[in-house]
């Protein structure tokens, strides 16, 4: 029986029955602080494209807020919690532990894995508000300048194929205000 005719026949028998809503996370937008030295704040976020094949792969990104410096690109079909805290390991061992790090409501990186971590580094997570993507600014603004000048001039056969041009733009500095 489908949940309108459950609701007709609840109505008519002079029954109650009310509707739970679904609970979501609620989050403010914090206010943003003005940065005035690098690894104050990181940007982590994850941009889309789809190989020749057909399958889409992921492309994780981390930006240093201030220096607009990109810090890693990861290339993958998927990502669990596990392994952006693998890649933030190895970024923190290279330059040390952020203050903070801004980033979306995604699985990834509201898992209680993700969460453990944070806490354990002693580093704030500072979620942005859902739908509201210029919060993460600073990222979002190096995806646009990755889909222009790499994503969307290369054609990728298969995901290596992307791990391997996107490890030698990273590996070329890909600095926000240089060149991606």
């Not at 005719?5 to 979501?24: D, F, P």
């Not at 990109?70 to 990502?79: H, I, K, Q, R």
């Not at 969460?115 to 704030?124: D, M, R, T, V």
Request: glycine share 6%; with cysteine.
């Amino acid at each position: 029986m489908n949940h309108k005719r459950l609701y007709r026949v609840y109505r008519e028998a002079g029954l109650c029955l009310k509707r739970k809503k679904r609970k979501h996370c609620v989050r403010s937008g914090s206010p943003r602080v003005s940065l005035t030295a690098a690894d104050q704040e990181w940007a982590l976020d994850f941009a889309h494209d789809v190989v020749a094949a057909g399958r889409t792969i992921r492309v994780l990104s981390v930006v240093d807020a201030f220096t607009r410096e990109c810090l890693a690109l990861e290339v993958d079909t998927g990502f669990a919690s596990r392994r952006v805290t693998r890649v933030l390991d190895e970024v923190i061992a290279r330059r040390g532990r952020p203050q903070a790090i801004r980033c979306d409501n995604g699985p990834e990186l509201t898992s209680c894995h993700f969460l453990a971590w944070a806490l354990e580094w002693k580093i704030e997570l500072r979620h942005i508000q859902p739908g509201r993507p210029m919060q993460n600014g600073h990222v979002e603004s190096f995806h646009g300048r990755l889909r222009e000048e790499c994503l969307r001039t290369s054609w990728f056969k298969l995901q290596p194929s992307a791990n391997v041009v996107v490890s030698t733009v990273r590996n070329l500095g890909a600095g926000h205000d240089d060149s991606v």
